[in-house]
C-alpha cells in the first residue's frame, strides 16, 4: 500500500470510530490481546463490556474454527479473517467476515434467519435445551455462540453473503449497548 | 485424594482442591481453545472423588465463560447432581460480581433444574 492508500484506510477507520481492527490468520494468542484491549475499554457498563468481550470471544472463535479460508503452519491451521470493534453513540459494534462454502452459507443464513425473529425468553430456552442436548453434527463448539450473540446484541445482528470467487463472503455485525452507567 | 492444582491461564481457569475444607474452587476466565482437552481430567478426578465419598464443595467462581465453558460446567453439574439423587453428599456455590448482571443470570440459569444445595453468592 503506497502512503495515499494508507491515509485513506486510516481516515475510514477514523470516521467509523475503529477502537481495534485485525485481519489475518486469527490465533489464540491473537485473539486473547485483542480481548484483554477490549476488557480495559471504557465508556460502557462493566456488564455492558463483559458483553462484549464476550462477543468478541465468540466471533474471533468462529473464524479460527469455521472459516473456509485457512493458513498457517501444518500442525497448527487456523482461520482467517477479519475483525473489528467500532463504537457509536449509545453502542459498540463487533464486526466479523470470513470466507465460507456454499453449503455452509445456506446453513448460516437460515439459523441466523431463525434467531433474529426470536425473543429474549426464546433465545434463553433454546440456549438451555442446546446445551443439555449437546452441539448439533458439524459443530466444533457447543452450537451455542450464535445464540448467546443473537441474545445479548441490542438490535438483532445484521448479516450477509456476498459472492467471492467460488465461495462467499460472509459478514456478520453484532451492536451491543453502552448501558447507563452507575 | 489426589491433590488438585491447576494454576489459571489466560484462558483457564485455576482449580484447586482443598481438602482441609473439602472445597473444589473454580476461579478465573473460561474460554480455551478446546475445553474438552481442559476439563475432562478435571471430571476424572471429580468423579474418583465422589467415589471416594468425600462431600465435595464446589465453587464456581468464574469472572467469564464462553459457550462451550458453559456446557462444561452444566456437564459437571449433571455429575453433582446424579451424585446428589444417589444419595450424595455434594454442594455447590456460584460466586459472582454483582455488577455483572450477565455472570449473575447465568448461576440463576445453572440452578434452575438442580436439586442438590446449590447456592448464589454475590462477591461484595
Keep these: 500500500m503506497d502512503a495515499a492508500q494508507l491515509l485513506a484506510h486510516y481516515q475510514t477507520a477514523k470516521e467509523k ?16 490481546e485483542y480481548g484483554k484491549l477490549i ?71 437460515e439459523q441466523l434467519t431463525a434467531l433474529s425473529v426470536m425473543s429474549p425468553e426464546e433465545l434463553k430456552q433454546l ?16 452450537g451455542l455462540g450464535l445464540i448467546e450473540i443473537n441474545r445479548r446484541a441490542s438490535s438483532p445482528p445484521e448479516f450477509d453473503f456476498s459472492p467471492f470467487g467460488d465461495q462467499l463472503f460472509f459478514s456478520l455485525s453484532v451492536k451491543i449497548a453502552k448501558g447507563t452507567p452507575l | 485424594m489426589n491433590p488438585l492444582a491447576i494454576t489459571p491461564s489466560d484462558t483457564t481457569p485455576a482449580v484447586v482442591f482443598d481438602p482441609a475444607s473439602d472445597t473444589l474452587r473454580f476461579s478465573g476466565e473460561s474460554y480455551p481453545e478446546n475445553v474438552s482437552a481442559f476439563y475432562e481430567p478435571v471430571f476424572t478426578w471429580v468423579k474418583a472423588a465422589l467415589a471416594e465419598k468425600i462431600p465435595l464443595k464446589v465453587v464456581l467462581a468464574f ?3 464462553n459457550t462451550s465453558s458453559t456446557k462444561a460446567v452444566l456437564d459437571l453439574l449433571m455429575i453433582l447432581e446424579d451424585h446428589h439423587r444417589a444419595g450424595g453428599r455434594v454442594q455447590v456455590e456460584w460466586h459472582y460480581n454483582p455488577a455483572l448482571e450477565v455472570m449473575q443470570e447465568a448461576g440463576e ?16
Excluded: C, H, W
Excluded at chain 1, 479460508?69 to 463504537?87: I, Q, T
Excluded at chain 2, 440459569?109 to 461484595?124: M, Q
Design chain 1, 39 to 109: 476488557q480495559q475499554q471504557e465508556g460502557l457498563t462493566l456488564n455492558s463490556r463483559q458483553i462484549l468481550f464476550g462477543t468478541f470471544i465468540e466471533l474471533a472463535q468462529n473464524i479460527i474454527r469455521y472459516s473456509a479460508e485457512r493458513a498457517g503452519p501444518a500442525d497448527a491451521v487456523r482461520g482467517v479473517g477479519l475483525v473489528l470493534v467500532s463504537e457509536q453513540e449509545t453502542t459498540f459494534t463487533v464486526s466479523a467476515g470470513n470466507l465460507v462454502a456454499p453449503a455452509t452459507a445456506d446453513l448460516l443464513r
Design chain 1, 17 to 32: 470510530r475503529i477502537v481495534l481492527s485485525f485481519m489475518g490468520i486469527v490465533t489464540q494468542e491473537i485473539m486473547v
Design chain 1, 127 to 142: 440456549a438451555r435445551e442446546r446445551r443439555k442436548s449437546g452441539p448439533p453434527a458439524g459443530s466444533r463448539g457447543a
Design chain 2, 109 to 124: 440459569e445453572f440452578g434452575e433444574d438442580l436439586s442438590l444445595p446449590y447456592r448464589l453468592v454475590p462477591l461484595s
Design chain 2, 63 to 65: 469472572g467469564y465463560l
